[in-house]
């Protein structure tokens, strides 16, 4: 299959199936922003439950949280956002395309090039050079581009009955301010109220860290983990829902004695690569890229990215961090609330006495759960040739889905809609129904055409009520991956399939 092509089958089947929708299409959609369909939400919340279950409900080291979006502003300021947190913008002054100079392909300072001028398909052609900053326009390849300025990518919005427009107005009418004094007083004014929707779920850890550590007894090593939204006015949109401004995150902070920590990254890159690998039809498809020196933050002492090879190529997943402590003790220092951990069983080499006070090292496993998604219909669309029921060529496509992500387990398929087949198909929908195991119950559209669309949307089994199970009371199987069918009884439909399941 051209991999090129698979993104594109991708969206067009997200959307024909009820996985992925372009957020208000029906006001023309908003750039890069995307709602989850019936079929999207349970990938979605499958892969959300399978992350949670191993992260916390495996472990007895590891307990969760769900904080606000909105934080106290002074978050923001001790974590770097609010002075750190920005990609260099640049404007094109040809075709008036907005882009990231980081993310641009290096090119030779000097090396001339030619452009067509407003950015057209044919037109005039202009000849230029390269510029020191090394790149050119991505959408026209002109070197006629804007200084580079640096954009913050937090959503600003303000809390509170005051309107900041009105209190800037009221400071200004009647005076004669210059536009950077007019920029002074609007900045002051929507300061006063300003807060951000966050751009990680991290924070909110470390932020309550002493809070859980003590609620729940936590003794270091310990994790605390997060699921949920985070916001980032992102300069580039790209590649259906791989990069967006509204997204979902899967994180956990690890808490252990410094020292440790190198010990601990180790692990959580270990343990995570496996837990993605898990679900996964081509393991190969996922590497793990340790960070160069040169690459790492300020605060790092190791970094790896855990990548899959999309499409377009290997791009990021995951990142696991180790962050020594550097975000509890920015949030010490600003908030002036002790973050320490007082281990009583260590002894203090300073005194000889027993128990001695750290700041904890973090290790920071975080991934994205809209990516993954991304990543794992990526990982089970395929085409199979094969012939349909008449002997016709046909193209089967198909979500090789693990059971355990996809979105019904089981259809429950009446051959005909009369002879009491629905009757009996509904009773044992009813059974997968009442044991909380989503199912469908499908009597649309020939038998041939209802195995082709739950092939195609990852369902692993379907059981067809026919004939022979109206005199001996079993069903055939039917399994997506080889196609091959099997009968077993009414009876044992729930069970057998809960079994698979369990075993995928
Ligand atoms: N607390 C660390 C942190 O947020 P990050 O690498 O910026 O690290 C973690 O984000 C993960 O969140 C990424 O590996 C990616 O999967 C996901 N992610 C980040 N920005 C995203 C975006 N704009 N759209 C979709 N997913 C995103």
């Known amino acids: 299959m051209n991999q090129s092509d698979t993104i594109q089958k991708l969206v067009s089947l997200s959307k024909r199936r009820g996985f992925v929708f372009q957020s208000s299409e029906?006001?023309?959609?908003?750039?890069?922003?995307?709602?989850?369909?019936?079929?999207?939400?349970e990938l979605k919340r499958n892969i959300a439950a399978e992350w949670w279950k191993s992260m916390v409900h495996e472990r007895e080291d590891v307990v969760g949280i769900d904080a606000s979006i909105m934080m106290h502003p002074s978050v923001w300021k001790a974590s770097g956002h609010l002075a750190g947190f920005s990609d260099p913008l640049v404007d094109c002054l040809n075709c008036k395309e907005r882009f990231r100079a980081d993310k641009q392909p290096k090119v030779e300072p000097g090396t001339e090039v030619v452009w067509v001028k407003g950015g057209k398909s044919s037109g005039e052609k202009v000849k230029g050079v390269v510029s020191q900053c090394g790149y050119v326009c991505p959408h026209c390849s002109s070197s006629q581009l804007s200084d580079e300025r640096q954009f913050n990518l937090m959503f600003r919005t303000s809390i509170g009955p005051v309107d900041p427009l009105d209190e800037f107005l009221n400071e200004v009418q009647g005076k004669s301010l210059s536009r950077p004094e007019l920029r002074a007083k609007l900045e002051d004014a929507i300061r006063t109220n300003a807060i951000y929707l966050r751009p990680e779920t991290a924070q909110a850890m470390f932020v309550q860290f002493n809070n859980v550590q003590q609620t729940m007894s936590m003794k270091v090593p310990f994790g605390i983990a997060q699921q949920g939204k985070s916001f980032r006015n992102e300069v580039t949109t790209e590649k259906f829902i791989f990069r967006t401004c509204e997204f979902e995150q899967m994180e956990m902070e690890f808490f252990c004695e410094p020292g440790s920590q190198k010990e601990w990254h180790t692990y959580w890159v270990q343990s995570r690569m496996d837990w993605w690998k898990r679900f996964a039809n081509d393991k190969s498809a996922f590497r793990d890229r340790w960070h160069e020196?040169?690459?790492?933050?300020?605060?790092?002492?190791?970094?790896?990215?855990i990548e899959y090879r999309y499409p377009w190529g290997w791009d990021e997943l995951e990142g696991v961090a180790s962050r020594t402590d550097y975000d509890l003790t920015q949030h010490q220092k600003e908030s002036g609330a002790k973050l320490s951990y007082f281990d009583q069983q260590k002894v203090d080499p300073a005194t000889g006495k027993?128990?001695?006070?750290?700041?904890?090292?973090?290790?920071?496993?975080?991934?994205?759960?809209?990516?993954?998604?991304?990543?794992?219909?990526?990982?089970?669309?395929?085409?199979?040739?094969?012939?349909?029921?008449e002997g016709e060529n046909k193209t089967r496509v198909l979500l090789k889905l693990n059971p355990k992500l996809a979105p019904y387990k089981a259809a429950v398929l009446p051959l005909l809609k009369k002879e009491g087949m629905p009757d009996v198909a509904r009773k044992i929908v009813a059974d997968f129904y009442k044991a909380g195991v989503n199912a469908s119950f499908d009597e649309q559209q020939s038998i041939g055409k209802r195995y082709s669309r739950h092939d195609e949307i990852g369902t692993?089994?379907?059981?067809?009520?026919?004939?022979?199970?109206?005199?001996?009371?079993?069903?055939?199987i039917r399994d997506r991956d080889t196609t091959r069918q099997e009968r077993i009884s009414v009876d044992r439909a729930l069970e057998v399939v809960k079994a698979r399941i369990n075993e995928s």
């Open 293 to 305: 020196d040169s690459e790492l933050a300020h605060y790092a002492d190791a970094c790896v990215d």
């Open 354 to 389: 027993p128990g001695v006070r750290y700041l904890p090292y973090v290790i920071e496993p975080a991934a994205g759960l809209t990516r993954a998604c991304l990543a794992y219909l990526c990982d089970a669309y395929a085409e199979e040739e094969g012939t349909d029921a």
């Open 460 to 476: 692993p089994y379907c059981l067809t009520v026919d004939h022979q199970t109206l005199s001996d009371q079993t069903v055939t």
């Open 26 to 41: 029906i006001y023309g959609g908003l750039k890069s922003a995307y709602d989850y369909g019936p079929l999207g939400v």
